[in-house]
């Protein structure tokens, strides 16, 4: 989606880099990742998720989804996190995290996109029914309060179901979504050390935050040496040091 027109338009007149995320949304990560790997300062709107602080009128005017992160550059505002990072190494090319070559480019896009798509049935359902059953429960004044501000079917019918509560069948069936990518992800990085091409890409900075949150939820990485053996490389980057670690040492 990218570029969005807020209704909020308190927005427009930010200049520099604003960042509305939160620190246990893996999709937030990534931003955060994006911008330290390139040592850009960055004002920080933090939303706690679980108190949500993201579910109000304010936020709905500036992302129509509301959910985060959204990046604010220079009063334009760009949501979905695969958009956002595009943007910003687009914007600030120094240090390139996209490769050279086009079948590279192609193939950094397809992760990217890929991550994104699997997002609610994959990565969200996965962890949400193996960490949060039974926490996700909204009284009827919440479900009201979201469902008057959400104009998004799928989101609606996510936060209906995650109040409710995922099945254990749902919940293989994401874990089987999952798997086909991480023994894609484990067959090439058995003989490279990035995902795509010979450089850390902005695929790598997609997926890493995906490998921590679901480490935590439980999935088990043992069945990806190669896979585990990369995201301990990336472990010991100041971008997932400060990106990641210092907003959520532990997930
Ligand atoms: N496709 C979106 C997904 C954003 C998303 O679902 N964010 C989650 C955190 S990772 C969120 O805001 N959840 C709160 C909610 O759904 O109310 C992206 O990549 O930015």
């Given at each position: 989606m990218g570029i969005v027109t807020p209704?909020?338009?308190?927005?427009?007149?930010?200049?520099?880099l604003h960042l509305y995320h939160a620190a246990l949304s893996n999709c937030s990560m990534r931003v955060r990742m994006v911008l330290e790997e390139k040592k850009l300062p960055w004002e920080n709107h933090h939303l706690d998720i679980t108190k949500k602080e993201h579910i109000t009128p304010e936020y709905f005017g500036i992302n129509p989804n509301g959910v985060v992160p959204t990046l604010v550059h220079d009063g334009v505002v760009i949501i979905e996190s695969d958009d956002i990072i595009d943007h910003i190494d687009q914007s600030f090319p120094e240090p390139p995290l996209r490769p050279e070559h086009p079948e590279d480019l192609e193939k950094m896009y397809w992760w990217m996109h890929s991550a994104v798509e699997i997002h609610v049935k994959g990565v969200k359902t996965f962890i949400y029914y193996h960490k949060m059953q039974g926490k996700m429960r909204q009284t009827e004044e919440q479900k009201q309060a979201y469902e008057k501000l959400q104009t998004n079917q799928e989101l609606i019918k996510f936060h209906q179901h995650s109040s409710e509560g995922f099945t254990e069948e749902e919940a293989i069936a994401a874990e089987k979504t999952l798997d086909r990518f991480f023994v894609e992800a484990d067959s090439i990085l058995e003989n490279h050390q990035?995902?795509?091409?010979d450089r850390f890409t902005l695929a790598d900075i997609t997926w890493v935050p995906l490998h921590f949150t679901l480490a935590g939820a439980g999935y088990d990485f043992n069945r990806y040496p190669a896979v585990q053996a990369w995201a301990d490389r990336i472990r010991e980057r100041e971008c997932f040091k400060k990106g990641v670690l210092e907003w959520c040492p532990k997930f």
């Amino acid at each position: 989606m990218g570029i969005v027109t807020p209704t909020n338009k308190e927005v427009t007149a930010f200049r520099g880099l604003h960042l509305y995320h939160a620190a246990l949304s893996n999709c937030s990560m990534r931003v955060r990742m994006v911008l330290e790997e390139k040592k850009l300062p960055w004002e920080n709107h933090h939303l706690d998720i679980t108190k949500k602080e993201h579910i109000t009128p304010e936020y709905f005017g500036i992302n129509p989804n509301g959910v985060v992160p959204t990046l604010v550059h220079d009063g334009v505002v760009i949501i979905e996190s695969d958009d956002i990072i595009d943007h910003i190494d687009q914007s600030f090319p120094e240090p390139p995290l996209r490769p050279e070559h086009p079948e590279d480019l192609e193939k950094m896009y397809w992760w990217m996109h890929s991550a994104v798509e699997i997002h609610v049935k994959g990565v969200k359902t996965f962890i949400y029914y193996h960490k949060m059953q039974g926490k996700m429960r909204q009284t009827e004044e919440q479900k009201q309060a979201y469902e008057k501000l959400q104009t998004n079917q799928e989101l609606i019918k996510f936060h209906q179901h995650s109040s409710e509560g995922f099945t254990e069948e749902e919940a293989i069936a994401a874990e089987k979504t999952l798997d086909r990518f991480f023994v894609e992800a484990d067959s090439i990085l058995e003989n490279h050390q990035w995902l795509v091409g010979d450089r850390f890409t902005l695929a790598d900075i997609t997926w890493v935050p995906l490998h921590f949150t679901l480490a935590g939820a439980g999935y088990d990485f043992n069945r990806y040496p190669a896979v585990q053996a990369w995201a301990d490389r990336i472990r010991e980057r100041e971008c997932f040091k400060k990106g990641v670690l210092e907003w959520c040492p532990k997930f």
